[in-house]
């Protein structure tokens, strides 16, 4: 799978996570669309986005409910994607949501694999690739980040990295699209700064690829940890969102 061929199966994803067209993210000015039911988007979103913002770095398409629709194009009129995200217009933002009973959310960045940098890193412990049925006695909150036991039908495939028989790190992946698979990592504390982490994430990401499909890998913005591990497998800034959630529920609309 080539690079631009990675990135045309991201963005379409995109567009079916925000009911937008492909296009619509390299346009000049920002795009707001109505969000509606898509059974192709990214099996962890909601029905329906109350307001969701993605840059590809050239604009930013919003997904919302129609309430939320005036404020999305207030908000984006004349600002370019760096401005949109800063933490100043985003007090803005959240000002204009509140009156409506929405807050914003959670922000963070996703990264895709440059093939020409995406390589196996060398690990000082055994790993091991673990399919489905293989992994179910490790859901425990040890690797929350790696498995996650409220969606357990979606993880299909872990690398562990075992010290003397026992796991003391592991990568693994949500098939959260249609041909995109999410990775997360956790490896236990007194084991960290060995390359461990590294040495999972890319043999992951190699066997995801290997069976065809795009492995993504994400994190808050200020995880600054988890961008550099990104960073060292081969992973680059792909996409930045944005999603706002209803006040009283506390959950992502």
Known sequence: MTNREIMDVALLQSAWDLQCDVKD???DEPVVVISKPEKRKK?????INALEMVSYGTNVVASVIDEL???A????KGKDPERAFEAPGLFELNRALLPFGYEVSF????YLPRTELLKELPCPFEMKVLEKGEFEH???DDFSNALCEERKHLDLLCVAAYDKGREIGMAGCSTDGENMWQIGIDVFKEYRKMGVA???TSRLALEVLKRGNVPFYGCAWANVKSQRNAVKCGFRPAWAFLTAKRIESGENE
Do not use: V
């Open 25 to 27: 993210f390299f346009k």
């Open 198 to 200: 590294s040495a999972l």
């Open 138 to 140: 490790l859901y425990t």
């Open 69 to 71: 629709k005036e404020i």
């Open 43 to 47: 099996k962890f979103m909601p029905e």
């Open 73 to 76: 194009e207030t908000y984006l």
């Open 107 to 110: 922000m963070g960045q996703d």
